[in-house]
């Protein structure tokens, strides 16, 4: 009996995983690894080195000795950057990797329909698959995060499985997987019409996560799926205030959907779903500073991290999270001036331990994050709340002088490194007065190599915004490290430009943002063209008017031709007012008679002091 009539006649489908790799780390080595995807009587199941496989994961990479020592066995990344230390990291604590691919989004001004474009991202990727794909901590490849939009645009889909039919010619050990949005009304017709080569689904849900199983069932879509993100109702998911800010659960009810999550719409579809990734193991600013982290930035771990070694291992942790059922604000509406509001927190800690509580005010933009995005974590008003000396659960707020939206947190931690949270939005009924810039320590940069987010985001598209392409990580010979910007202008003529915004698409300088670079005297970038003589403008600082929060000043370096070779350019900052710059670096092009390509790199603010 051939191989091909066994699988049939097992409905199997094998994908095998055999590695067996000396990688950086001379002192880590691996036995061959064998992966298998397996389809029996309609049900899927993934076999890991001989043994049924079910992903427990979190999207992430910090703290990975708790998370190997609280039950995990895998995380997920959204791309490969600092991933040859991450991989032998996780190999070493027994983890497994989603390995995230990177593709552009058009929302953020990438072009599907560009061939150039496509094909320099495809090559860009598969570089990095052949780079790690003998790494024994891969599991699959996680090709792109909510890059679809709607779902209707061929053009995405037909790229993603190009990359995935490339990927198994490079590497078909690994298992390849693309990463939607929940499934909308076109994503899986379009994933099951236009993506033979994509193998798995991994499906982004959190407030539908309950319905999951059975809305996946319905859609008769024939490939299995991981639930690639799952964690509290998101923002866009819950109730909001008169002024639009978003209601945030605490902590410990946050935990509860995880747990419930994890078990009704994971556990209870296994043959279906293969597992999932709670988000987020660490901690980001989105909508708020504390609404998706599972870990705070001093590295204490919220109820959500317990609710998941719970679900995954069935035991709790020795000493639990501490628990706050109700932060209680006397008055969150129609504030003024000077008031003092009294606070209260209802507090419990499972093993009665002695309990510390944090109180803060901060500011709130009620901006719901789209996608990921980056924002800029929310200032806190100093002072603002004096806790009372003989009950720390009890606190009085001193309403502040601006008007606007605003949040009153409250942390609490024990001595075992549990923590819980909570918040709740106040408005004050007064004129906004505008909020500080954020200080920066110069060398301030814009664009290199050197950091992970960028400050400023390359969102401001103008002109014909078309016929731009931004690749962000191109390697064709950076100036320094090991990728540049490369831009590309598609057309003959017309103009476009980028600029680079904060936050993202403020182009009115409605919101707060920017940063204070007093103390910079230039802004140095470094530029080259493709062939020569290609003419280019730069710009910073282009909110003007009388808008809160207008751009403090402006500086420009107009029709500058570039040379083949890198040339090091500078716009002068003296005698400039710079307490706040909303836009932090900009590009322009008139159409020069045929198509343009050139490259930037290391975009920062700088002192003389710097030099």
């Known amino acids: 009996m051939t191989l091909a009539i066994q699988a049939l006649r097992h409905f199997s489908l094998v994908l095998i995983l055999a590695t067996c790799v000396l990688v950086a780390n001379p002192g880590l080595t691996c036995a061959q690894t064998r992966v298998v995807l397996e389809k029996q009587d309609g049900q899927f199941q993934l076999i890991r080195n001989g043994k049924p496989y079910v992903v427990k994961g979190v999207g992430g990479t910090d703290q990975l000795d708790l998370l190997a020592a609280m039950g995990g066995n895998s995380i997920r990344t959204w ?3 600092d991933l040859d230390q991450l991989l032998d990291e996780a190999h070493q604590r027994g983890l497994s ?16 329909q560009d061939e150039a474009a496509v094909t320099a991202q495809l090559e860009t990727l598969l570089e990095a698959v052949r780079k790690y794909k003998s790494h024994p901590a891969v599991l699959l490849w996680g090709i792109g995060n909510e890059m679809e939009g709607e779902g209707t645009n061929p053009a995405v889909w037909y790229a993603v499985n190009h990359l995935a039919r ?18 909308g009304d076109h994503k899986l017709k379009s994933l099951e019409q236009f993506c033979p080569d994509i193998d798995l689904v991994g499906v982004n849900s959190y407030g539908g996560l309950a319905t999951l199983p059975e809305r996946y069932r319905k859609s008769g879509c024939s490939k299995p799926y991981l639930v690639t993100e799952f964690g509290p109702l998101g923002p866009w998911e819950v109730e909001k205030t008169r002024w639009g800010a978003p209601l945030e659960e605490t902590s410990s009810q946050k935990a509860q959907r995880y747990s419930s999550g994890y078990q009704n719409a994971l556990e209870k579809s296994a043959g279906q779903c293969l597992g999932g990734y709670a988000f987020l193991w660490g901690w980001k600013q989105e909508t708020t500073a504390t609404w998706f982290g599972m870990i705070l930035p001093d590295g204490q771990r919220l109820a959500a991290a317990d609710a998941m070694q719970h679900a995954w291992t069935r035991k709790w942790p020795a000493n639990r999270c501490p628990e706050i059922s109700q932060l209680k604000v006397q008055q969150s509406d129609g504030l003024k001036p000077g ?45 603002a709340i004096v806790p009372d000396p003989s009950n720390p659960e009890q606190a009085i707020m001193t309403v502040p002088e601006g008007g606007g939206a605003y949040r009153v947190f409250a942390y609490v931690s024990d001595s075992h490194g549990g923590a819980a949270v909570a918040n709740q939005p106040i408005f004050v009924d007064a004129p906004i007065m505008p909020r500080p810039a954020a200080q920066v320590k110069l060398p301030f940069d814009v664009y290199s190599d050197e950091i992970k987010s960028t400050p400023y985001a390359p969102s401001g598209y103008m002109g014909n915004t078309q016929a731009i392409v931004q690749d962000l990580k191109c390697r064709e010979q950076p100036h320094s490290g090991e990728t540049c910007l490369q831009v590309d202008y598609k057309t003959a003529d017309n103009w476009g430009g980028v600029l680079w915004q904060s936050p993202p698409n403020d182009w009115e300088g409605k919101f707060p943002g920017g940063f204070d670079l007093t103390g910079a005297t230039r802004l140095e970038f470094w530029a080259r063209g493709d062939q020569g003589g290609e003419v280019v403008s730069f710009v910073l600082g282009v909110i003007e008017g009388n808008s809160l929060y207008r751009d403090s000043s402006k500086s420009e370096l107009s029709q500058v031709p570039l040379k083949t070779e890198w040339q090091r350019y500078e716009i002068s900052l003296t005698g400039k007012d710079l307490q706040r710059i909303k836009t932090g670096f900009g590009w322009s092009i008139a159409g020069q008679g045929k198509p343009v390509r050139f490259y930037l790199d290391d975009i920062r603010y700088v002192s003389e002091s710097n030099q």
Request: proline content about 5%; overall charge negative; charged content about 25%.
């Open 166 to 183: 490339e990927i198994k010619r490079i590497d078909p050990d690994h298992p390849t997987m693309t990463v939607i949005a929940e499934l």
């Open 97 to 112: 990797v989603c390995v995230g691919l990177w593709v552009g989004h058009e929302r953020h001004g990438f072009n599907y």
């Open 79 to 81: 791309s490969t950057d």
């Open 339 to 383: 008031q003092q509001i009294p606070l209260s927190l209802t507090v419990r800690d499972p093993e009665s331990d002695s309990l510390s509580i944090v109180w803060k005010l901060r500011f709130d933009s009620t901006t719901i994050g789209t996608g990921g995005d980056f924002q800029k974590e929310e200032d806190a008003v100093a002072n």
